[in-house]
């Protein structure tokens, strides 16, 4: 985790580490704007990694075809002449325009900058875990109930219960019955969404009777004195109760506009509304860019996004600079941008 104290000071801070977020911090870059980027996942990529890392993409101009990871790898390439700081698991939750006009913007877990402008480039907003739709469940939540795993050992010699037919509720299942003193896996159906080879691991594993796997749905959770007892599941045949002290719920994770909902933008269909002249939100200073932007005829594109954000940082640098005239230069003619990125550094 980051250190909570400290107030970083940049020209722009950037929302979202997703293609957009990413191309911006190249074109803050080129133009001479110190830039940061936060993201509250624990990874950067956002939908490109998140939803479709190894689909195709064949719509990014000079790139006939590439994953949707190839696409972040070579961004992340892109920026790395700038050495921009990207800190992951940091989702912002508000913002403050001091006197001065600069801005004090805030995570979620405690970090602090002051910037010149700020880029939303947070593509349907953060994404958060799905919860269990169980009235018990949100007063267990951290003790008992869990929607990713931090730390092994906290699941060391416990009853723990993992649900969900995904990818993480494979892996994980197959991880945590190594440390806990029993691994039961629910999901819904006799069917997983998850890659092949982990199914067959699985299903090895309750053969061998490392796990056990019950098809059905939660339905209620047993506690006492705040910690979690048993898990009730209802399938067809009517219910099981089972013993659980730790309840893992890995069902995906939902896009949710959040915290940037209350920052009183004008904000229409959960997306922000803005000037397409240069992608300032109803807030100057507050830019919105790639998905989450919203203007008549927006197409949910990553060139879209690219050229959104290349405008709205030009009219960024006007606040982080008043008094500097910025003198357009194409890439191909600046002596200082070839000779960073040559050496590949800042
Ligand atoms: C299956 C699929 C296939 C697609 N194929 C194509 C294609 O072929 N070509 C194409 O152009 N587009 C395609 N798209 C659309 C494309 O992926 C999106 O347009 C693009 O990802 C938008 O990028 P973005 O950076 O605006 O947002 P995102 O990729 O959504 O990234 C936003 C990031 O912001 C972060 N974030 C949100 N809120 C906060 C907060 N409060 N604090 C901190 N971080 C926050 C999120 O965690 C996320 O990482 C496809 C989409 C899908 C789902």
Known sequence: MEPQNEVITTDVLIIGAGPVGLFAAFEAGVIGLSCQIVDGLDRIGG??????????????????????????????????????????????????????HRWTVRTEHGMRFDVAAILIAAGNG?????????PEAAALEDRSVHYSVARLADFENRDVLVAGGGDS????????????????????????????????????AVEAGEMDFVVGMIDSLDAHDGALRSVRIKHVDG????????????????ADLGPIAEWNLDVRGGRIEVDTSNYESSRAGIFAVGDIAQYPNKQKLIL???????????????????????????????AKLAERVQSGAA
């Open 304 to 334: 879209s996004g690219f050229h959104e954000a290349s405008l709205a940082l030009r009219k960024a640098y006007s606040y982080a600079y008043p008094d500097k005239k910025r003198v357009h230069i194409h890439s191909s003619y600046d």
């Open 169 to 204: 509720a494979l892996d994980w299942a197959l991880a945590l019955k190594n440390v806990a003193k029993k691994l039961t896996l629910v999901h819904r159906r006799n069917g997983f969404s998850a890659a092949a080879n982990s199914v067959v691991a699985m299903k090895r």
């Open 47 to 100: 939908q490109c990694i998140e939803l479709y890392p190894d689909k195709p993409i064949y719509d990014i101009p000079a790139i006939p075809s590439c994953t949707a990871r190839e696409l972040v790898d070579r961004l992340m390439e892109q920026i790395r002449p700038f050495d921009v700081p990207i800190h992951l698991s940091q989702r912002v939750m508000s913002v403050e325009q001091r006197e001065d």
């Open 126 to 134: 953060a994404f958060v875990p799905q919860r269990l739709q169980v």
């Open 239 to 254: 219910t099981t109760d089972i013993v659980a002290d730790k309840l893992v719920a890995l069902y995906g994770l939902v």
